[in-house]
């Protein structure tokens, strides 16, 4: 079955940077869409980055995060990334990596504002950013 494993949170700085990782199974991981939400205590989850199998060409960014955040495919190791550079306390939250298995084209923009419902989750991971 399909599984998604995020790792690479922690508490940061303002300024500093991470790396998240998703780790997956269960599907064409090549093929595939994928994406990063996160969800601050109190609020809404909220669409992040993310990328169709196009390639980093494909990616979407919330405005909140464009040039400071990149999502990418890692095809060999069937892994999702997200460097996150830059960041400031409003990006705190728990970060949840999501799936779409089947193979698509042009969705990205319609994953990260909810038009295309991913069904597939990880439990998220948690990034802390304070001074």
């Known amino acids: 079955q399909v599984q998604l494993v995020e790792s690479g949170g922690g508490s940061v700085q303002p300024g500093g940077s991470l790396t998240l990782s998703c780790a997956t199974s269960?599907?064409?991981?090549?093929?595939?869409?994928m994406a990063w939400f996160r969800q601050a205590p109190g609020k809404e989850r909220e669409g992040v980055a993310a990328?169709?199998?196009?390639?980093?060409?494909?990616?979407t960014y919330a405005e909140s995060v464009k040039g400071r955040f990149t999502i990418y495919k890692d095809n060999d190791k069937d892994t999702l990334h997200l460097q996150m550079n830059n960041l400031k306390p409003e990006d705190a939250g728990v970060y949840y990596c999501?799936?779409?298995?089947?193979?698509?084209?042009?969705?990205?923009?319609?994953?990260?504002?909810?038009?295309?419902?991913?069904?597939?989750w990880g439990k998220g991971t948690l990034v802390t950013v304070s001074s």
């Open positions: 999501g799936a779409e298995p089947v193979r698509r084209r042009g969705i990205s923009s319609m994953i990260l504002t909810g038009l295309f419902r991913l069904d597939y």
């Open positions: 990328i169709d199998n196009d390639g980093p060409i494909s990616a």
């Open positions: 269960g599907f064409t991981f090549k093929t595939s869409s």
